[in-house]
């Protein structure tokens, strides 16, 4: 049967237009790019298998375009339609904290880290200075280290925030292993930055951990 033949509601374009994109299974979504299957599959078994050979979601969209290309089911047009895609939502979250934007929304923080780092394979730790009214000013990764772990040096960190004039940061750094649960040392860098950055008079409003999943907040559980 082919997705045509389907009931109007269970199939993945009709669904996204009177439910809204996020009503979608990552393999619906994925299917709206194939268009059609391959070897007698309708898209979204297409989706689905190549979920499971070369998933999850995130794992098969960080693939190069030309590596896309050579999947069964996608070929160039397709790869080209999904990288592009892809780069249009990054451009979006970038725009949502270019400079003198008011970050007041800590979920747009929260987005623009996990766009920055999440792919990385190595931990990076990054910093998003910030002005008195907490505006923008600047993103810049700092230190990166191997897969377990990143050496922070807070007298840096201090020295590119007076650099940018700022008068508050937030800071994030990746777990490539896809667990945000803070570790010991990470609480313990969270201190030593808070404590650096007072000496000068500047806030650390957060630090985020990224992982699969949303951020984990230093913040909202009281240890920054």
Excluded: Y
């Excluded at 590119?160 to 649960?181: K, T």
């Excluded at 650096?196 to 806030?203: F, S």
């Amino acid at each position: 049967m082919h997705i045509r033949d389907w009931p109007s509601d269970e199939r993945p374009r009709e669904k996204l237009l009177s439910r809204g994109p996020t009503i979608l299974s990552d393999a619906e979504l994925l299917a709206i790019f194939i268009g059609s299957g391959s070897r007698g599959m309708d898209a979204v078994q297409t989706a689905r298998q190549l979920l499971s050979q070369h998933g999850p979601l995130r794992a098969l969209l960080e693939c190069p375009p030309a590596a896309l290309a050579q999947l069964p089911g996608l070929g160039p047009a397709r790869a080209c339609s999904l990288a592009a895609a892809l780069e249009l939502g990054q451009r979006v979250l970038a725009a949502e904290l270019a400079r003198g934007v008011l970050v007041s929304d800590p979920d747009a923080a929260g987005r623009h880290f996990v766009q920055r780092l999440r792919h990385q394979p190595r931990e990076v730790f990054a910093v998003l200075f910030l002005d008195t009214r907490h505006r923008a000013l600047a993103f810049e990764e700092l230190f990166s280290g191997t897969i377990d772990g990143a050496e922070v040096h807070p007298r840096e960190v201090v020295r590119r925030a007076l650099a940018h004039n700022a008068a508050a940061l937030i800071v994030g750094h990746n777990h490539p292993s896809g667990n945000p649960e803070p570790s010991a040392a990470d609480r313990a860098v969270t201190q030593r930055l808070r404590q650096a950055l007072e000496l000068v008079d500047i806030r650390l409003l957060d630090h985020l951990i990224i992982g699969d999943g949303a951020p984990v907040s230093l913040a909202a559980r009281g240890w920054v």
